[in-house]
């Protein structure tokens, strides 16, 4: 923490003097134009990059392809032991790299070091899947027949990753794609680029010091272009998305053209509810977290506030209040007692602005900020700094504003009479991602988990929107997207599978009786 950016940065391999190269095929090189990735707290800008050109991303694209033909004949254990080395080795930096996600994208130190730990929590459970993973034996109803599913490395696994998850996501998707015997290769948000390409230089140097290929692990920097080659490429067998609804939707369309298989992780509009029987200061600080975390920048942060009229005035006020005390502690997220960071881009900032002008239009009564941070210490006014908002409408119903993700700290809330109406609000929106209720009477609980409850991907029970576990499956419905990432058997997505059955009869048999002789 004591470090200067520019030794953080040398610690890190990133040069400040020199423009960096940002494509890895086993070697780094970059031959297209140069970016520079910024602090979004001041502005400044911390290094140089030379993105991927055209040609650079087919020779990305060409050496994963060779690299995973290698990898494909190791067995899962020997995956597994490099998996552990690579784990260690991002363990033996996760202070640095957790200080480099703040610097760059702008989230507060714990937050970077925690997204960390969830690369390192992701590659354990890769190293146990590593020695368990497999198919099943089928009972045949055939005498004297083996059945059997078999699973194969697909091959090539193209991920490309949006800026608040800058290390995690690659880390999710990178752990379950390497043990199951894939190459990955990384296209990051190019707002980002640092952070890819530290975590890029520890991993290879594991892969070649173990004597394997470095293009496992592929790297390409660069914008949408370079997104687009990635989803366009033959040798590319699945594409991870993460990043916004509307990209999304087109690299989706761009893989089913192609029938390439695609994981869909896009923008949420999550909802938490509050019932008159909740324990009111759980759900207090459990929504403060999740509505302020991150700024407002996490596909999982509270957008929409349902609270039971019964309570819904002394609870609001009682968040109005809490908004006030975190807001306090906005600033630098590089301090140690900093909760709120900047927005990560001028863009953010304008959507922002937005939405706070359409929400006025549409009837939503400001109860708190919704304007830009003008107290800000001088050393930060080149960042992007805005007050967190809460904003009350007396229904949600025919309010556009609520109905899209607005990425960045905008709190919507209305109230509700029965959980029915609340769930239905919850549903209410095209996105499906994450979903709280605060209750303490368990049939609402199982009502909330049911077929009628809440049709997000994650369903929460006194616990915040945000803050994911890895040994979940992770993951929303509608246009969220599909796919799961991370837990669970999330895993078997990076894999072909086969049904292969074997007859040590000596006879031909028919399946279903059948006689054709
Ligand atoms: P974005 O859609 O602007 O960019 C995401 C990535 O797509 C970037 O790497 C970008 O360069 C790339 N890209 C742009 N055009 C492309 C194209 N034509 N083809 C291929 N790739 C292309 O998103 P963002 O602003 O970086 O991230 C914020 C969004 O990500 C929010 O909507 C948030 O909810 C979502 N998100 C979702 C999850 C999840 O798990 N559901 C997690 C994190 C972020």
């Known amino acids: 923490q004591n470090l200067s950016v520019t030794d953080l940065l040398s610690s890190l391999d990133i040069s400040t003097s020199a423009p960096n190269a940002g494509a890895y095929d086993g070697q780094w090189f970059g031959n297209g134009e140069q970016i520079q990735s910024f602090n979004p707290s001041n ?55 957790g200080m480099l996600i703040t610097l760059e994208m702008g989230k507060i130190v714990t937050e970077g ?23 099943t034996v089928v009972p045949s109803e055939r005498k004297k027949h083996f059945m059997t599913e078999v699973c194969h490395p697909l091959g090539v696994i193209g991920v490309i990753s949006a800026f608040n998850f800058p290390i995690a996501v690659f880390g999710w998707n990178f752990s379950l794609a390497l043990i199951t015997g894939n190459a990955s290769i990384w296209k990051p948000s190019e707002t980002t680029p640092l952070c890819a390409l530290a975590t890029t230089k520890i991993i290879t140097r594991v892969l070649e010091a173990e004597g394997y290929p470095g293009a496992l692990c592929g790297l390409m920097i660069g914008g949408g272009s370079v997104g687009a080659a990635l989803v366009e490429s033959k040798e590319v067998d699945l594409v991870s998305f993460t990043g916004s609804e509307a990209r999304g939707k087109l690299v989706g369309a761009e893989c089913a053209m192609r029938f390439k298989q695609s994981l869909l992780e896009l ?52 968040l109005v209040k809490a908004f006030g005390s975190a807001t306090k502690r906005m600033g630098a997220p590089e301090k140690k007692d900093t909760l709120i960071g900047p927005l990560h881009s001028k863009l953010a900032f304008e959507g922002y602005s937005n939405a706070i002008e359409q929400a006025k239009k549409e009837g939503g009564k400001i109860l708190f900020g919704g304007e830009k941070w003008t107290e800000v210490q001088d050393e930060l006014k080149g960042g992007n700094w805005v007050i967190p908002a809460m904003i009350r409408y007396d229904t949600f119903e ?10 960045a700290p905008i709190l919507h809330i209305t109230t509700f009479e029965t959980l029915e109406e609340a769930i239905e609000i919850n549903n209410s929106v095209d996105q499906g991602l994450s979903s709280a209720l605060y209750t303490q009477d368990m049939n ?69 009786g059948v006689v054709f002789e």
Request: positive net charge.
């Open 267 to 318: 923008g949420g509009n999550n909802a938490a509810i509050v019932l008159p029987d909740a324990n009111q200061d759980l759900a207090l600080r459990s929504i403060l977290f999740a509505a302020l975390g991150t700024a407002g920048q996490r596909c999982t942060t509270t957008r929409r506030l349902l609270v039971h009229s019964s309570i819904a005035d002394t609870f609001i006020a009682s």
């Open 398 to 407: 025919g309010i556009e504003i609520v109905r899209k993700e607005t990425f």
């Open 43 to 97: 502005g400044k800008p911390l290094a140089t990059i030379t993105q991927a050109s055209d040609a650079d991303t087919q020779r990305v694209l060409k050496a994963a392809k060779a690299a995973s033909k290698v990898w494909r004949n190791v067995p899962a254990p020997e995956r597994g032991r490099v998996m552990r080395l690579i784990r260690n080795a991002i363990d033996d930096k996760v202070d640095e790299l």
């Open 444 to 512: 609402n609980v199982f009502q909330w988990i049911g077929p009628e409850g809440s049709d997000c991907g994650r369903l929460l029970y006194d616990r915040s929107t945000s803050g994911a576990e890895i040994g979940g499956r992770f993951g929303g419905n509608k246009s969220t997207g599909s796919g799961r990432e991370s837990g669970g058997d999330s895993w078997k997505q990076y894999c072909r599978w086969h049904t292969a059955t074997i007859n040590w009869s000596n006879e031909v048999g028919m399946a279903q």
């Open 113 to 135: 070091r925690g997204e960390v730990v969830e690369f390192i929590d992701v590659a354990d459970y890769a190293v146990g899947l590593s020695r368990s993973i497999g198919g």
